[in-house]
């Protein structure tokens, strides 16, 4: 909970930070960090296959060894809200999720989405 009325102000003092609450933002940080550190290289290339149907098929360039999981959300979404564990392989289908109602995304295990074109 953030105080606002002296933030960037004189009063934005060290004597008003809260240490335990700094320590566990710093905390949740690095666990973030070394999560990012440990996936792979992010694919490139990252496509949907426009062809028409019920189903979306994306392919994207991997690299050997690299696992991947596949994200979706609906197009009014600021948050990725499915995803699912595909494996070392270059493209994946995914049923029942329609293309035009939903965006896309294609990640390294653990790494960050790189959006569909």
Sequence with gaps: VEEYS???TSEDL???VDARYLANVTRINLLALQSL????PAPTRVRIDRAQ???TRLTWMAQKGVRYRVYWRET????WQGSKEV???SEATLDGIHKDDH???VAASGGVPVPAL
Excluded: D, I, T
């Design 6 to 8: 002296r933030q960037h």
């Design 14 to 16: 060290a004597k008003y």
């Design 37 to 40: 550190a440990k996936a792979g």
């Design 53 to 55: 149907g019920e189903n």
């Design 76 to 79: 009014l979404s600021p948050v």
């Design 87 to 89: 494996g070392e392989v």
């Design 103 to 105: 965006e896309f995304g």
